[in-house]
C-alpha cells in the first residue's frame, strides 16, 4: 500500500497488478523475473525495476518531484521522517506481520497437503521466508506471539505519544512517514480493539481518522481492491 | 563508522567524542539526554539532534550538499544506494553484530559481578538492548552463532557477486552504499579468513581495498581511534 498511496498522494498514472498469496503468484517463475526475491511491492519504471516499498516512495519523491511533495524541505524535519519510515520497516511492521502470518497464512499453509506445501516453498527463493512459511503452518510459539503483541503495544504508544505533539509523524507537514505508517496501522482498531482505541490511543485514532479522509486514501480504496493486505485478511 | 566517514569524505568540519562501550558511557544520563535510546551514533548540528547511522548520513547529503557528493543524481541510482543502506541496517550488520557480541560483549559483561552487571542493565532504555546484553553475558545458543554464521556468509557472497559486476556497490559512482558496507565489513579479511578472502571473494578484497585507500578513509584513521568498534575488538 505504501507505493501505490504515494503514486495516489502525486497523481501520477500507473498500470497496478495485484498478486494473490493464496495462489503463491509472487513466487511464480513470471514475477521472480522482476523481483528475483519474490516479495511485493515491485515498481518497473521506464523499463528499471525499483523493489522495496520505502525506497519506492523515496524514488517516487525523486524521479517525480511534482508539486505535492511528500518529503519536508528541511533537511532536520526530513531525517525526521527517515526516522520513522526506517521504523516501520525493522520494528514496527514485523511485529503485526507475525499476528498477520499466525491468523491469515497459517490456514492458508495449512489447507495444503504437505506435497503441495513443499512444492510452494520449494520456489521461495529466500530461506528466511521458507522458514517462515514452515513456522506459520506449524504455528509461531506462544512466546513468540507473547512478545509481538508485546511490541504491537509499544508500537501504538509510541504512535500516540509523537501524535499528541504533532499533527502529523514527521512535524506539521504530512509526508512518506504518514504513508509508511498507515500502511501498516491502518486497521489497527479493528484488529487490536484492546490496544488501539478511542480511549488509550485517542490521537492514534484520529490520525487514522485524518488519513482515512485524504482525497488520495478514498480514491485508491475506491479503484482496488486491498482484502489480501494481512491487516485486512485477518480482520 | 558511517557518519563519521561520511564527513570526512564531504570535508566537513566537526568535533567528534568517542563513548567507550566498556564503561556503558552510552547509557550514562548526559548520553541518554542526548539520543533517549542511548545509542550511539548522534549527530548535533545546529542545537539539533539526528539519530541512525543511515539517516545522519542522507541528512549530511541534504544539508551539505557539497561538491563531493555522495548520492548518485539519477534516480535509478540512488534507489539501487538505498536498497544497499537498506540491506546493510536489516540484515549484514545483525549477523556480524551477533558474532561481535558474543566475542566481546560477553567476555565484558561477564567481567562484572551480578550486582554490577544488573546495574548497567537497568541503565539502558530499549528492552530489547537490555534481552541482547543478557544474552551475550550467557552466551548465546549454539544454534543461533550458526545461523549468524551462515548469514555472514551468504552476505560476502552477495558483495562478491555485485561487485565482481560494478567498481561500487550502487554502480560506477562512490556512494553512501559503500560508506555503510565498508563500516560493517571493514575487518572482514582479518576476522572471517575463511570466508573472505582473495580466493573466494577476490572482487570484495580488492573493493575494501579501494576503500583503505582513500585518502578520506586514511585520515579518518590518522585521526580517529577506532579500537572499540565490535569488528576491530573482536579481530
Request: glycine letters at 2%; hydrophobic letters at 40%; aromatic letters at 12%.
Given at each position: 500500500m505504501k507505493p501505490l498511496l504515494a503514486l495516489y498522494e502525486k497523481d501520477q498514472p500507473f498500470k497496478w497488478q495485484q498478486l494473490n498469496p493464496a495462489r503463491f503468484e509472487h513466487h511464480e517463475d513470471w514475477f521472480k523475473a522482476i523481483n528475483p526475491n519474490g516479495q511485493v511491492p515491485a515498481l518497473v519504471d521506464a523499463g528499471k525495476v525499483i523493489t522495496e516499498s520505502t525506497v519506492i516512495c523515496e524514488y517516487l519523491e525523486d524521479q517525480y518531484p511534482t508539486a505535492v511533495s511528500l518529503r519536508p524541505a528541511d533537511a532536520f524535519d526530513r531525517a525526521q521522517m527517515r526516522v520513522w519510515t526506517k521504523w516501520v520497516d525493522e520494528y514496527f511492521c514485523w511485529c503485526l506481520s507475525t499476528i498477520?502470518?499466525?491468523?491469515?497464512?497459517?490456514?492458508?499453509?495449512?489447507?495444503?497437503?504437505d506435497a503441495d506445501f513443499e512444492e510452494h516453498v520449494r520456489k521461495i527463493p529466500i530461506p528466511e521466508q521458507q522458514t517462515k512459511w514452515r513456522n506459520a503452518r506449524n504455528g509461531f510459539p506462544q512466546a513468540v506471539l507473547d512478545e509481538e503483541m508485546r511490541k504491537i503495544g509499544v508500537s501504538f504508544r509510541k504512535l500516540e505519544a509523537r501524535l499528541a505533539q504533532c499533527t502529523w509523524l514527521a512535524g506539521e507537514q504530512y509526508t512518506l512517514a504518514d504513508i509508511c505508517n498507515y500502511a501498516i496501522a491502518i486497521d489497527a482498531p479493528m484488529i487490536f480493539p484492546e490496544l488501539a482505541n478511542t480511549r488509550y490511543t485517542p490521537h492514534l485514532v484520529a490520525w487514522l481518522e485524518r488519513m482515512d479522509a485524504r482525497p488520495a486514501v478514498k480514491r485508491m480504496m475506491a479503484d482496488c481492491k486491498l482484502e489480501f493486505t494481512p491487516q485486512k485478511a485477518a480482520g
Amino acid at each position: 500500500m505504501k507505493p501505490l498511496l504515494a503514486l495516489y498522494e502525486k497523481d501520477q498514472p500507473f498500470k497496478w497488478q495485484q498478486l494473490n498469496p493464496a495462489r503463491f503468484e509472487h513466487h511464480e517463475d513470471w514475477f521472480k523475473a522482476i523481483n528475483p526475491n519474490g516479495q511485493v511491492p515491485a515498481l518497473v519504471d521506464a523499463g528499471k525495476v525499483i523493489t522495496e516499498s520505502t525506497v519506492i516512495c523515496e524514488y517516487l519523491e525523486d524521479q517525480y518531484p511534482t508539486a505535492v511533495s511528500l518529503r519536508p524541505a528541511d533537511a532536520f524535519d526530513r531525517a525526521q521522517m527517515r526516522v520513522w519510515t526506517k521504523w516501520v520497516d525493522e520494528y514496527f511492521c514485523w511485529c503485526l506481520s507475525t499476528i498477520g502470518w499466525e491468523r491469515v497464512i497459517k490456514p492458508m499453509a495449512r489447507a495444503l497437503s504437505d506435497a503441495d506445501f513443499e512444492e510452494h516453498v520449494r520456489k521461495i527463493p529466500i530461506p528466511e521466508q521458507q522458514t517462515k512459511w514452515r513456522n506459520a503452518r506449524n504455528g509461531f510459539p506462544q512466546a513468540v506471539l507473547d512478545e509481538e503483541m508485546r511490541k504491537i503495544g509499544v508500537s501504538f504508544r509510541k504512535l500516540e505519544a509523537r501524535l499528541a505533539q504533532c499533527t502529523w509523524l514527521a512535524g506539521e507537514q504530512y509526508t512518506l512517514a504518514d504513508i509508511c505508517n498507515y500502511a501498516i496501522a491502518i486497521d489497527a482498531p479493528m484488529i487490536f480493539p484492546e490496544l488501539a482505541n478511542t480511549r488509550y490511543t485517542p490521537h492514534l485514532v484520529a490520525w487514522l481518522e485524518r488519513m482515512d479522509a485524504r482525497p488520495a486514501v478514498k480514491r485508491m480504496m475506491a479503484d482496488c481492491k486491498l482484502e489480501f493486505t494481512p491487516q485486512k485478511a485477518a480482520g
